[in-house]
């Protein structure tokens, strides 16, 4: 199905003529070059012709075809194939014997278009059911994750010598050194935009000092924090499923199983451990950050930088920084802990790496967001 | 399996150097295949096949050299005469590189959507044309994880296929099969060869595949960073002067391999 010997040097392109047959058939005259990329317009006609004349003998003629693969092959083929009454059959005559032989490999008649598959039915209780065991499956898996990384992160706590410290020096170097610079980005703009949007509206009331002690707590109890979080389940989650998936693709943790490796203990707790170790840093940075960016907006409504300092404070007081210090260990492990959940989960192939990172993002903002409003109502009710 | 009386070359390959990083992994690298033949890139582990393969196809830049398919060099083609040749051949990876995600039907249409007009239901036919050449019409609506990894190779020549190009190269088709698979694959690359012409560029260590297939072969060396033998393989093997090629060809161990 490829190029033969008589193959012409110059590409006649494909032709094909109608004319009725003296004994009162059709006669369909290819000619030139029957290939995939230019057929496409004489297989339509042909299809046409053939369609237009149901109960008329059908000859094709392709004595004037130069060359033909298996683009060429598959119309002859196509038009072979096409329910006729016993009495008009298409036939072809003057096939060269080189494309005769390709055109011999194949019975038209295999071809026959395979039936439309019945159209999709929507069956609504069967789909909620389905649901609902997935969603009950889902749980499940979460809670057996849960409870084998606790017993791998009690096992660490208990023979810290059996920890991977490498690999956790590594993560910790891939989670929050390396994050050092979209942390100080964005926290720096938050900083900004906060400050700025704030003290627009209170200069009307001469109160833009008090721009300070709004971003102080605002940053350094919740946003300084959360921001750090998302950031890094956004990086840091992600990466880890797509690693873990990737080595459950290629079947390197089937690997750590038969070597009698835990595949949780190996992988799973070193991540967890350098996210608990790196978050909380990296949450204190974005508050200095967040904090001092506010300081140098405010320099441009003639607040200087030690009087914003001081009211930041006398606003902000080591409780605050407790209450948005201590979220953030719970929320690295959030953040670790669905990176490699959804990494261990993954499919097969390439897109199932995709599917898994996505997850991974998805599902941690979501539970970052929610854990955080459960700190929010814990706080209120002791007065935090 | 005699190469044509009067050949023609197809893929012609001039003074190629490669490799990575300064390190240069083939010297002057200068060979023909001709047209309709199967030709089999052969030799040790490390001692450059794939990286060749890989120059050849033009998914590499050679340090210096040319690779000309059917005439025109892939190494300095850009944008449309780039593209012009990649129609002219197909490639099937070590490990299939299908898209998982698609049906066997689906990874042998993909090229003929991407480069022809045709109506669906005619691509459908020819790529069903494809597998059923291949043996798999009954595996069109499979995903590559659903079939075996010989079925899967066999799937990626249907791929390679597609658009009937000239020359087919393969890469390590016969790796990972077991014997009666990878005799079963070595019986289609004849099949193809002979019935359809097409030309085949073969990398591959596999001795059994070698005298199966092949009409002609180079063999590579790492110690002399390019071509030590070139020929029919029964050939070499009987009567080749360097003990490293007989060595090879009779899967001796022990000698220690010298340049030729």
Known sequence: M?????????KAAAGLALADAADGGRLLTFSGRLDSYSIAGVW???????????????????????????????????LLRQPRPADAPISVRGLKPQFKTLLDQFDPHAFEAPAAPPPPQTRTVEEIGRGASQLFRDMRTQIAFIGETTGALWFALTHPQRVRWKDVWYECEQVGANALPIVTLISFLLGVILAFQA???????????????????????????????????????????AEIGTMKV????????????????????????????????????????????????????????????K?????????????????????????????????????????GVGISATRA????????????GIF????????? | MSPAPDPEPIVRVEGLVAGYDGNILLQNVSFTV???????????????????????????????????????????????????????IGVMYQSGALFGSMTLLENVRLPLEEYTVLDQDAMDLIARMKLKLVGLEGFAGHIPSEISGGMQKRAAIARAMALDPGILFLDEPSAGLDPITSAELDALIRRLAGSLHITFVIVTHELPSIYAISDRVIMLDKRAKGIIAEGDPKLLRDTSDNPWVRQFFRREAELAPEAA
Request: charged share 15%.
């Open chain 1, 2 to 10: 490829t190029a033969v010997a008589s193959e012409p040097s110059a």
């Open chain 1, 44 to 78: 339509r006609e042909a299809r046409a012709a053939a369609a237009a004349a149901p109960n008329r003998r059908i000859v094709i003629d392709a004595s004037a075809v130069d060359y033909c693969d298996g683009g060429g092959v598959a119309m002859l083929v196509d």
């Open chain 1, 199 to 241: 003290a627009v509206p209170m200069r009307q009331f001469g109160a833009e000092i008090f721009v300070a002690d709004l971003v102080g707590l605002a940053i350094i109890r919740e946003l300084g924090g959360l921001m750090t979080a998302i950031l890094l389940a956004g990086r840091s989650g992600a990466a880890f499923a």
């Open chain 1, 250 to 309: 290629n079947e390197e943790l089937n690997a750590l199983t038969t070597m009698g490796l835990d595949p949780v203990r190996f992988l799973v707790v070193t991540r967890i451990i350098a996210a608990i170790l790196m978050v909380p840093l990296l949450s204190l940075y974005a508050n200095l950050v967040g904090v001092l960016a506010g300081g140098l907006t405010m320099l441009s409504f003639n607040i200087p930088l030690v009087t914003y300092l």
């Open chain 1, 311 to 351: 009211e930041v404070d006398s606003a902000v007081d080591l409780k605050d920084l407790f209450a948005g210090m201590v979220k953030t260990p719970v929320f690295a492990v959030l953040i670790a802990g669905i990176g490699c959940l959804r990494g261990l989960q993954t499919q097969t192939g390439a897109s």
């Open chain 1, 361 to 372: 993002v998805v599902s941690g903002i979501v539970l970052l967001v929610a854990v955080d």
């Open chain 1, 376 to 384: 929010a109502v814990i706080y209120y009710i002791l007065d935090i």
């Open chain 2, 34 to 88: 001709n047209r309709g033949e199967v030709f089999v890139i052969l030799g040790g582990s490390g001692c450059g096949k794939s990286t060749l393969l890989k120059h050849m196809i033009g998914l590499y830049q050679p340090i210096a050299g040319k690779v000309l398919i059917d005439g025109d060099d892939i190494v300095t083609a850009e944008g449309a005469a780039r593209r012009a040749i990649l129609t002219k």
